[in-house]
């Protein structure tokens, strides 16, 4: 069962323990932790409180702006359920001006902190495997380090292209995609499938380019 925004009753967080725990985890956060207001409606700051008690908000315009799923929950697990305290990074790469980005994590909360202060870095870039390459190189960590999310399959495709291990959420952070996220991420470091993906993919490039000439 996937539970949704507003279920009243989750399981704890503390039901990941024992799942492996990359270095670095990823989240994309145009759809796949937050339901935003796209940027051409005219929507953004200021931003304002919403009147529930989850921390979301509502832009300039009264519309909604909160967390998906079970984000808070995998959040929360991650930041104080795990003794490796893996590095949280939030990723924007659908276009949308820094400022709305900066300014909703500074205003959205779960458990009375600012999401500003819940993730270690915020990178915001419409270049995905830019965007990648600059929180490893960050971090300092190899690619095998990091577990990226996000519900587009383009995105997830380029990252396994260059071996980071990335999980798709169609349906945003819940948690039996959680779980199935970190069941599959060390299958995803046997270096004979991030090869094969490589491969299938340089592949398709090729016969791309050949059809377009």
Known sequence: MAFVLGSPTKPSPRSFVGHPIPKIVVFDWEGTLCRCTPQSTNGGPPYEPASNSDGDIRDRNGNLICLLGDARYVLRFLKREVDSKPK?????????????????????SMDNEKLSLIFDHVEINSDIESALNNIKNKFQVSNHDILFLDKKNE???????????????????????????????????????????????????KTDMKESQ
Not at 88 to 102: E, H, M, P
Not at 179 to 200: N, P
């Open 88 to 108: 949280l990074v939030c990723i924007s790469t659908a276009g949308t001006d820094s400022v709305f980005v900066q300014s909703a994590l500074n205003t959205m």
């Open 155 to 205: 995105h997830i495709s380029i990252a396994l292209t260059d071996g980071i291990p990335a999980v798709q959420a169609n349906d945003g952070i819940t948690q039996n995609m959680f779980h199935a996220a970190l069941e599959t991420y060390h299958k995803m470091l046997d270096t004979e499938t991030v090869r094969k993906h490589v491969k299938d993919r340089k592949l398709k490039k």
